[in-house]
């Protein structure tokens, strides 16, 4: 149906950062032998923002994927976690510092770990409490 003149449109916007494929490298794993070298790990990232209150080309109205992106590396890049659960909980943690940030969904996957396989992984998923 067109709109008319003067007519509001009421309408629910939902608003994803996506980050895709960003091939990281640390130090993780349980063994000994797994921790010896550092391991590509893939993250594929989607956070729910808040929706600025218009879409005029206002950068502080909107959640900084550049910043997102540096906030990760530096994570990774401290990581002593032995664990891909506690790496996504300290990724997803930063990315939620920012209150604009609603929920995120983060997959890691390790590149390297099996030969016969191209990732494995977890995924974790948060939301903001009501």
Known sequence: MDQQEGETV??????KIIIRDFTVSCSIGVSDGERRKPQRLCLNLTLEVAKPTSYD???SRVVDYGAILGQIRRVVAGNDTLLLETLADRILRVCMSDERVLGGKLRIEKLDRYAELGGLGIELQRHRNE
């Open 10 to 15: 009421t309408h629910r916007d939902t608003l």
């Open 57 to 59: 080309d206002d950068f």
